[in-house]
C-alpha cells in the first residue's frame, strides 16, 4: 500500500498547476475590468498560491478548478470592494470558502455557497470578511448540519426497514 | 522447443491480490516494461480517472472534495482496474494489457464485470437463504442473512467499488483471503454456500449433539462450524464407524492415528476421501471444498489427538 499512497499524494497534490491557476485568473479580468477591478500578474500568482494554501489547510483537493475565478468574477461587483483591498480580500474568501465547504460536510454546491456568502458579505456583514467568517457563515453551517441530523435519521430509518 | 516456451516476466507469486494493479505496476518496472513513459502516462490517465469519479460523486456541483474521499475514490479506482486485469489469462497477459489500453477503458470493464459479480452474489445469496441449513448459532444466521443483506444495501460500485461495509462476524474455514469489496462477498458466499450444503448432509440433532460436546455455548459463539463436523465425519470414516451420525469412539481413532504426522494423516483422509462424499451425497462443490480442506483438517486431528 505504501506505493499506492505514494502514487495518490502524487496525483493529489498536482491536481492542479500554478501558472494554469494564473493564466485562468487573469482571464477574469474582461469581467472584473467593468467593475473597475483588475487583477495584476503578481495578484494572480498571490492569489493562486493562497488558493494551493487553503486547500492543503483545509485538507481539500481541487481538480476541475474554476471556484477561485468565481470568487472573483462574483465579489468583483461587490459595493464593498476595492481595487486596493481586492487581492486581499479574495485570498481571505477563498479560504472561508474551503473552511465552510468542510464544515458544511459538503452538502451545499459551490455556487450556492458562493452566492450566500456574496448576498450576506453585502448585507448583513457590510462587507467585514470577519463577520462574514464568524457570524453570516456558521449560522450556514448550522442550519444545514441539522437538516442533515433530520434526514440522517430519516435515511437510518429506511435502512432498518 | 525450448524457444517456443516463453519465460514468464512476471512472477504471479509476487502480486498483492488485495492491490493487484499497482503491485503488477511494480513487478513490471522490476522486469523492465513499465518504463517512466508508462508511468507518467498512467499517473496521469489515474488523475483524470479521479477528476471523472470526483464529478459523478458531486454531480458536477462541486469542484473541490476532501483530501481523504480523493484517496477513497482513488483507491477505487485503482481496485476496479486490478478487477479487469485480474480476468486476464496470466499475470503477463495483465501488464500487457496495461501498456496497451487507456486506464480509463480498463477501468469501464472492470465496473462491468463488479456489476456482474454483484448479480451472481445477490442471486447465490438468495439460493443460499432459501436453502439455510437449521443453525442456531447466532453469528452464523446474523452475519449470512443480515450482514451480507447490509453489504448489498451499502455497496456503491461507481464510487467505492473497494468497500466491504460488513465485519462478517461468522468465520468460514477457508478464509477469502486479504480481498475486499465484491471480491469479499463473492469468496465468502462461496464458502457460506458450500460449507451450509455440507452442514446440511447431515442431521440437525446429530450435529448439536456434537457441537455442544465442544462447547455447550456454541450457539453464541463465534466459530465455524464446518471444522468440527469436517472432522468428525472423517473420524468416523477413519473408525469405520458412520460419519454421517459425527459419533464415533476417539480412542480407537487415536490408536489408528498413532504415530502418524500431519502428512500421513492428510494422506489417510485423502484416500478415504471419494467414499466419505458419496456417503453424504457430496456435490462437485462440496467434494472440492472438502478435499481443498484436508491437509488443514489433518493438522488439526493430530493437534487434538495428541
Known sequence: MTECSGIMNTIINEAMGIDEQCRALLECNAVTREHGITLSAHDAAMLASA??????????????????????????????????????????????????????????????????????????????????????????????????????????????? | MSELIRRARIDAAALDEADYFISLLTAGRGAGVVDNAATERIRNESTALLARQAALLTGGKSASIRTETAHELLSSVFYTVSIALKACPSPDAALDRVMSAPLASLFDAGQAIIRRKVAYARALHQRTLSALCKSDNVYYRGTVVGGISGFFRLYRPALFAHETHITADYPTFSGEGRVTGIEFIERYLHNISVENRFISCFMSEDADRLLRGIAEDWRERVMNLYEPLALAAFGGALTGADARRLDFDIDALAMHLAGSDAGSTAARMRALFPTLCDELGAGESVRQYIEHSIPRLAERMVQLLR
Open chain 1, 51 to 161: 488558493r494551493r494554501e487553503a486547500l492543503r489547510n483545509t485538507g481539500r483537493v481541487e481538480f476541475a478548478g474554476g471556484t477561485a475565478e468565481r470568487l472573483v468574477t462574483e465579489f468583483a461587483a461587490s459595493p464593498y470592494i476595492t481595487q486596493d483591498s481586492f487581492a486581499a480580500a479574495l485570498a481571505a474568501l477563498t479560504e472561508l470558502f474551503y473552511l465552510f465547504k468542510n464544515e458544511t460536510g459538503d452538502l451545499i454546491s459551490d455556487e450556492a455557497l458562493i452566492k450566500y456568502m456574496r448576498r450576506t458579505f453585502d448585507g448583513e456583514c457590510r462587507g467585514s470578511i470577519d463577520v462574514l467568517a464568524s457570524d453570516a457563515l456558521p449560522e450556514l453551517a448550522r442550519r444545514i448540519n441539522r437538516r442533515r441530523a433530520r434526514e440522517g435519521l430519516s435515511a437510518m430509518e429506511a435502512a432498518d426497514e
